[in-house]
T-cell receptor, first 113, second 112 residues
Framework: DGGITQSPKYLFRKEGQNVTLSCEQN?????MYWYRQDPGQGLRLIYY???????QKGDIAEGYSVSREKKESFPLTVTSAQKNPTAFYLC????????????FGPGTRLTVT | SQKIEQNSEALNIQEGKTATLTCNYT??????LQWYRQDPGRGPVFLLL???NEKEKRKERLKVTFDTTLKQSLFHITASQPADSATYLC???????????WGAGTKLIIKP
């Protein structure tokens, strides 16, 4: 089956630790995205990548980092510099451009205490 | 800045009736508007896309309208069922890049 996988589903970390969220897709999409979702707010874009070895900051990139070494993979690192990291993180992929639907993974719920 | 507004209060509809959700936007002229369904604790799932030159789009029991003068999209579910209960998100394209701007979503509850 084609789709996007994210792991783990739930993640718990102590404050001050970096943590990496996994995102893999087998849809052969060039574009991949990371969003953060908080209660009562729309999805906010953290980073996006249009092609391998290239990525751009979204609206809330501070405290996060990404890499795109392979077309299939777009891991997100939440660093200790992110002031409020507890949230639901969603990865998505699509054909490039706003005319195309985005396919989402199941999400990772990160709790930092 | 661009802003998208969806009803923040949950919408309660009796089974079998038509549910209508609203998406309003300001300060922007999107070329495309998309609607997604999101169930609790899961990622959004794409439902429909409508282009700026399309007035209406249908898919089975779903219908989307796009009024660029009013800067509004309406999302209709006819013959609603309890299984349609979910949060529905609208998203607009930024046109200049790959970004979508997302509304916060409206929670729809279909009562049997």
């Amino acid at each position: 089956d084609g789709g996007i996988t994210q792991s783990p589903k739930y993640l718990f970390r102590k404050e001050g630790q970096n943590v990496t969220l996994s995102c893999e897709q087998n849809l052969n999409h060039d574009a991949m995205y990371w969003y953060r979702q908080d209660p009562g707010q729309g999805l906010r874009l953290i980073y996006y990548s249009q092609i391998v070895n290239d990525f751009q900051k979204g609206d809330i990139a501070e405290g996060y980092s990404v890499s795109r070494e392979k077309k299939e993979s777009f891991p997100l690192t939440v660093t200790s510099a992110q002031k409020n990291p507890t949230a639901f993180y969603l990865c998505a992929s699509s054909e490039p451009g706003g005319a195309y639907e985005q396919y989402f993974g199941p999400g990772t719920r990160l709790t930092v205490t | 800045s661009q802003k998208i507004e969806q009803n923040s209060e949950a919408l309660n509809i009796q089974e079998g009736k038509t549910a209508t959700l609203t998406c309003n936007y300001t300060n922007y002229s999107p070329a495309y508007l998309q609607w997604y369904r999101q169930d609790p604790g899961r990622g959004p799932v794409f439902l429909l896309l409508i282009r700026e030159n399309e007035k209406e789009k249908r898919k089975e029991r779903l219908k989307v309208t796009f009024d660029t003068t009013l800067k509004q999209s309406l999302f209709h579910i006819t013959a609603s069922q309890p299984a349609d209960s979910a949060t529905y998100l609208c998203a607009l394209d930024m046109d200049s890049n790959y970004q979508l701007i997302w509304g916060a979503g409206t929670k729809l509850i279909i009562k049997p």
